[in-house]
């Protein structure tokens, strides 16, 4: 008979902050993490999960009491939709257009072949999503946002199963990324316009890549705003939710978090049309990282290790062919339609990173590529954008398609 210890509201929080210290100090030691930027929660989260999945084999369980872990959820995706400024798009210009484009058509495709293997393999269809374009285009967090939906209204238990996928997507995004790209290179002769070596910017003062785009001063009275249009947001989520459920309106049934992510959009762009505020985008960063990083944590000291042990297989058939496409599209198709130059080799290593992994994932493998073949300003200009802030939003519209499909 197992035995359960109940934790509290508050020591439960404490250990989700403790998390991500565990996270940190793991991270600095242990260079396989820091190589292929694994997030600090995912590695603090797996390190807890592992310790109560130890004490389950011993007959103790641990209950943590999270009730911010929601509300953090729909913070970060507010600060998604307040980052997606229209003004981004057209400051990128139309490469940025292509590039989403190009990204969209994949989410796409990699539903089709997350569904299609999942339902050869004996799975659940929507167990192919998770397997798609939730985790491996949307990250650690639009997979734990989406588990949870999945556990809600269909009763599935999807966490332990979205957490593996996103980690194994991290990984091989950061592996695939280089060598794509390199061959593209060497295979069509491309160089850059800049010459070679990574002293670009020394030599050429004027190229702004995207992480020297200028950021806001940060005040206690900006933390203050962008906290409280962040909870407006939170808040509206829910109205929205409520208004929906009670009138039936089945067309706009989507999970809150969706809700939170488009009343960031909608606030962003009007203050930006009216001129009459205009957020902070370094607050909303921070505030961003910091609600996203609690809700992982939170997510993941609660994981149940041993319910995956059953789906380890077909998981990793569904993630290996995931990585074979990817890597096959990203050659073929996006080095074409963004022009087959040296700019365009780059954004495919790019598109390799963040559409198996994370943004950051992406600017690692295009990292690697300047440092050793010259520049590209528009990679670093064109797939973070893209990857940052407009991927989310489309990828949240062709998962409501295709849920609605299978359902």
Known sequence: MDTVYSIGELESFLVAILVLFIGHTVNRHVGFFKKYNIPEPIIGGLVVAAITTFLHFQNITLKFSLPMQNILMLMFFSTVGLAASYKLLVKGGKKVFIFLGIASVYIVIQNAVGVSLATALGLEPLMGLVAGSITLSGGHGTGAAWAQTFSENYGMSTLEFAMAAATFGLVMGGIIGGPVAQRLINKNKLVSSYGIGGNHHKDHPDLVTYDQLEEDRVTAKSVMETLF????????????EHLVSVFEISWLKMPDFVYALFLGVVITNLTELTRGYKTNSECVDILGTVSLSLFLAMALMSLKLWEIFDLAIPLLIILLVQTLVLGFFAYFVTFRLMGS???????????????????????????????????????????????????????????????????
């Open 229 to 240: 249009i962040l909870l407006l947001c939170v808040a509206g989520a829910r109205w929205i």
């Open 341 to 407: 130059n040296y700019d365009a080799a780059v954004i495919a290593g790019g598109h390799c990173g963040f559409g198996m992994g994370a943004t950051p994932t992406a600017v690692m493998n295009m990292g690697a590529l300047v440092s050793r073949n010259g520049p590209s300003p528009q990679a670093f200009m064109v797939v973070p954008i893209v990857g940052a802030f407009f991927i989310d939003i489309v990828n949240l519209i062709v998962l409501q398609g295709y849920i609605s499909f299978i359902l």
